[in-house]
């Protein structure tokens, strides 16, 4: 079959029941079609359509066992994806056939009662939080097919500096394992928050929110500053829906964009 933009191909979904009205008895798996050239980005359209219609759930998109994306569904019903992988062919996956995982009830899980809480870091942290942060930024590599990109090249002793001089904030998961961290530093009443970080099993759950909003409050009334690469689209839409808004642009090289934001709360 011939569709306008190429031949139409299929790849073999299955996906979780919710047992959610009559999603129980509905066929839980589910050839979907994607067309030549169509890449993951285009082929998350088709995959939004087979999942149920539900209201603010997180389901993630798993291939050959690694996960690709997430799909995270609004109070409307209307979704964002966010890759886990390169934005490659969908004829250039191992295998063709996904999994798609019901995740969550996006803000019952992040606030339920299985987390630790969220406290300041202890020194004896630091080496587990490095740990998490050399897997947390594999993603951003993925972006930019490079893995030499300072949050994976970053030392122990440099973390070190920094919880010396600021506030490293890490969040616990309920088997006691740290599942997210935050660290912020405060110069000239300006708060320069960074390495905001959620375990990838955990991520589109609310826990990066909690994390921004808890660092937030160490430091009240301030003015508050971060960046991200232009190329963390997803990193963007999810500051600015936390209150900050595009300071500046600047430009590293030809490969590399950082965008800065600042939410203002002095008076």
């Known amino acids: 079959m011939i569709g306008q933009n190429g031949k139409f191909h299929k790849i073999y979904a299955e996906r979780d029941s919710v047992c959610m009205s009559d999603d129980c008895h509905a066929p839980n798996a589910e050839e979907l079609d994607y067309r030549d050239g169509d890449?993951?980005?285009?082929?998350m359209d088709a995959v939004a359509k087979y999942v149920p219609a539900m209201k603010n759930v997180v389901w993630g998109v798993?291939?050959?066992?690694?996960?690709?994306?997430?799909?995270?569904?609004?109070?409307?019903?209307?979704?964002?994806?966010?890759?886990?992988?390169?934005?490659?062919?969908v004829s250039e996956l191992l295998e063709k056939k996904i999994h798609c995982t019901y995740y969550c009830e996006r803000e019952r899980y992040a606030y339920r009662g299985d987390l630790r809480g969220i406290q300041k870091a202890d020194f004896e942290d630091l080496q587990e939080i490095?740990?998490?942060?050399?897997?947390?930024?594999?993603?951003?590599?993925?972006?930019?097919?490079?893995?030499?990109?300072?949050?994976?090249?970053?030392?122990?002793?440099?973390?070190i500096d920094e919880y010396n001089t600021g506030v490293i904030l890490k969040m616990r998961g309920s088997d006691g394992n740290i599942i997210g961290s935050v660290r912020a530093k405060e110069d000239n009443r300006t708060v320069y928050i960074g390495k905001l970080m959620v375990h990838p099993r955990h991520r589109r759950c609310g826990y990066g929110a909690v994390l921004l909003k808890e660092v937030e409050g160490y430091f009240p009334g301030k003015r508050y500053e971060l960046f991200t690469s232009t190329r963390s689209e997803s990193n963007i839409r999810f500051y600015q829906r936390m209150g900050y808004k595009i300071l500046k642009r600047e430009v590293i090289d030809d490969e590399l964009q950082f965008v800065y934001l600042e939410k203002d709360l002095l008076p």
């Open 130 to 159: 490095l740990q998490l942060q050399y897997l947390s930024y594999q993603s951003e590599a993925n972006l930019f097919e490079n893995r030499n990109i300072p949050p994976l090249n970053q030392t122990l002793d440099e973390l």
């Open 62 to 89: 798993a291939c050959a066992g690694e996960m690709i994306a997430y799909l995270y569904f609004d109070e409307a019903s209307s979704y964002e994806y966010e890759l886990q992988v390169k934005d490659i062919k």
């Open 39 to 43: 890449r993951l980005s285009d082929f």
